[in-house]
């Protein structure tokens, strides 16, 4: 090869990128090293795609879409960089950097820590969250200038980190500001994703010349004890109480759980624990339609000062129960005389059948008070 053919060999003529990364390359520098660009060399710029001419740390020139014949004319801001007056017939030295500007889909984003929220039925917990986003570069200067600088291929996953940090503390301050209850985070991922993505959006456009086209949350992640809570209000719905909307009856969800404190009180095994558990749920049921049909009856409701009780079933507090549904847990054999129980004034938990106001439910009226008022002490 003569001194001609390699002088040739090192000047470029065509300019053009071809990504083969299957679109996780936002940024890529023409990989002209000690090559000069020829004076009419050609550049193409495919769709989804603009060219950004760099001359010694300045940004000169940005080409879109099309295909261009270099000259004076077509780079002016480079021409008037280089004091190329009456235009110039030598090569020149440039960079180009290629910036895809078509939307890149399907990039992930989650917190990398848990976050703190507080929840009005569960105080304060910790959650965490995860999902996608799709985004596309409309500002490739300043894009270039805050985030790339001279990196000659910068790809999704670099960019990828400045965005997590981002979206954490845009889902931290929506946690905040949009004090949504736990129990209903499920129903307002979409909601929650746009406030997200407007936060996100207006910080990304305004500095790095990024356009967030759109934020999904996939899911977000609650403690054992919240999501036990959100199985169980799935169970209430399934008995007619109500769906994962908003908060059911206190008193609706306080009557499922004692029912389903009495379906586990027979979980030992077979067929007598099934039938627990049934009885148990059935019971639930009963008092929730009870409750829902008070409101047409002319009843009027029961004293406020009807006395509560709690009882210890199968390890678990089940109550406050009132003297009727007390009765109904007698005869069905859930509350017996050695069953524990206490109320409001009463010292300390006892057998059912040892207090004088519940000894009648068990074939006996109790031993009348002793003289002063002491309670007769306990056998053993």
């Known amino acids: 090869m003569g001194f001609f053919d390699k002088l040739k060999g090192e000047l470029v ?38 060219a950004v001419f760099v001359d010694q740390g300045r940004i000169a020139d940005v080409f879109t879409e099309g295909m261009y014949e270099l000259t004076t004319a077509n780079v002016p801001i480079l021409a008037t960089l280089k004091g190329w007056k009456h235009g110039f017939n030598s090569p020149f030295k440039s960079e180009v950097y290629f910036v895809a500007t078509k939307s890149i889909a399907g990039l992930k984003w989650g917190t990398p820590q848990p976050l703190m929220m507080r929840d009005s039925d569960f105080g304060a917990i910790r959650v965490g969250a995860f999902g996608t986003y799709t985004l596309r570069c409309t500002d490739p200067k300043l894009l270039l ?79 054992e ?66 409750q829902h049909q008070q409101p047409m009856m002319q009843a009027p409701p029961p004293m406020p000062q009807a006395q509560q009780w709690y009882f210890g079933i199968s390890g678990q507090n089940v109550g406050p129960l009132a003297m009727e549904v007390i009765k109904q847990f007698v005869t069905m054999g859930q509350i017996k005389g050695d069953t524990l129980a206490w109320t409001s004034g009463q010292a300390a938990w006892a057998p059912a059948a040892q207090i004088p106001a519940l000894a009648s439910f068990f074939g006996g009226g109790g031993p009348p008070p002793l003289p002063g008022g002491m309670p007769p002490p306990l056998p053993g």
């Open 13 to 50: 003529d065509i300019i053009e990128w071809l990504d083969d990364t299957n679109g996780q390359t936002l940024v890529w520098r023409f990989p002209r090293y000690q090559n000069e660009i020829k004076n009419g060399a050609k550049l193409t710029v495919r769709p989804g795609q603009s």
């Open 145 to 223: 200038k805050e985030l790339v600088g001279t990196d000659g291929h910068y790809d999704t996953e670099e960019l990828g980190q400045v965005m997590r940090s981002l979206i954490q503390q845009a889902v931290a301050d929506v946690l905040g500001e949009a004090k949504i209850a736990a129990l209903d985070l499920m129903s307002s991922y979409s909601r929650m994703g746009e406030l997200i993505k407007e936060k996100v959006k207006v910080q990304i456009d305004d500095e790095y010349g990024l356009d967030l086209t759109s934020l999904q949350i996939v899911n977000i992640n609650v403690p």
């Open 225 to 290: 004890s919240v999501q036990k809570a959100i199985d169980q209000r799935s169970a209430m719905g399934a008995l007619g109480s109500g769906t994962l909307g908003p908060a059911p009856n206190l008193g609706a969800f306080q009557q499922f759980q004692m029912g389903n404190a009495v379906g586990n009180a027979g979980a030992g095994g077979g067929v007598g624990a099934g039938m627990n558990m049934g009885m148990g749920l059935a019971m639930a049921g009963q008092m929730m339609n009870q």
